[in-house]
């Protein structure tokens, strides 16, 4: 039986990241989705042009909905937007008491586009990390987060650790990012720090990689897979999505999450999935 995963974050309207590419992610892992929102954005392949934030109350009538019905065995969260949401978000996982959430801290969008307000970030890092089963920042999320500068893989191991502090079990430092060793992300957990390498791509259709990378990473959590694991199955999917990525619009275009139903090399995945 596929186990249900939430989400909980933005809209794209471009449909490659946000919440979109958040349930082509748990679909293509083998998980049910499920969404919360918590704004509306408009945005296409370029740029993030307008964002309507909607009401924590809104925001907490969802999740209480789909807890109240839904077997949730992870939750992936995004944009959250604002102190308000941060707070209804964080108020709702302790009263569930969800063991795997996997926290992708969006700050920012790709074009530059601010995510969450300097209040959200406060109630983030205070109310949310402590306790997650993860957090998934980028280099430059993690260099703000920490006051690390981080511009490589060891950089990422001394960030994860001041993150460490924070409260979450482990934290994993994206390095799509950084200027040497591009492509090794590092997980930093209390017993020590492992990489996880890439073949770099220098495709340009990166758009929705880091919502799509946490989800997957919270799908083979909910169907069981260790921490380690979850991550390098997750790594294995999001590298050949960004491989495949699909050029549409005049900017960056989406990953393809679904890359192994076109590509007959990608055929393994299917197994992987289905077992």
């Not at 919360?36 to 392949?45: G, K, Y």
């Not at 040497?180 to 590092?186: E, S």
């Not at 999917?237 to 050029?247: E, H, M």
């Amino acid at each position: 039986m596929q186990p249900t995963v939430l989400t909980i974050g933005g809209s794209d309207s471009s449909g490659g990241a946000g919440i979109q590419a958040d349930l082509k992610a748990v679909a293509a892992n083998g998980g049910y989705g499920a969404s919360a929102l918590t704004a509306v954005t408009a945005q296409n392949t370029r740029e993030v042009l307008h964002t309507h934030q909607l009401p924590a109350e809104v925001v907490e009538a969802q999740l209480r909905a789909l807890f109240d019905d839904l077997d949730i065995r992870a939750v992936k969260t995004g944009m959250l937007v604002s102190a308000p949401i941060v707070e209804v978000v964080a108020a709702a996982l302790d009263r569930e008491g969800v063991e795997h959430v996997v926290c992708d801290p969006v700050l920012g969008a790709t074009t530059g586009s601010a995510l969450l307000d300097a209040g959200g970030l406060e109630v983030m890092g205070r109310r949310l990390f402590p306790g997650l089963r993860l957090i998934t920042p980028n280099a430059e999320e993690a260099s703000r987060l920490s006051g690390v500068e981080v511009r490589n893989p060891e950089d990422a191991a001394r960030a994860g650790k001041r993150l460490l502090e924070m409260g979450p079990r482990a934290v994993l430092v994206k390095g799509g990012h950084f200027e040497q060793g591009a492509g090794c992300d590092v997980l930093v957990t209390r017993e020590g720090s492992r990489r996880y390498g890439a073949s770099w791509s220098a495709s340009p259709h990166t758009h929705g990689t880091g919502c799509s990378y946490a989800s997957a990473i919270a799908t083979w959590l909910a169907r069981g897979a260790s921490l380690e694991d979850a991550v390098g199955l997750a790594k294995q999917f999001i590298d050949d999505a960004i491989r495949a990525g699909i050029p549409v619009g005049g900017g960056a275009g989406p990953t393809d999450p679904f890359f192994f139903l076109r590509h007959d090399d990608a055929s393994g995945w299917l197994e992987k999935v289905r077992s």
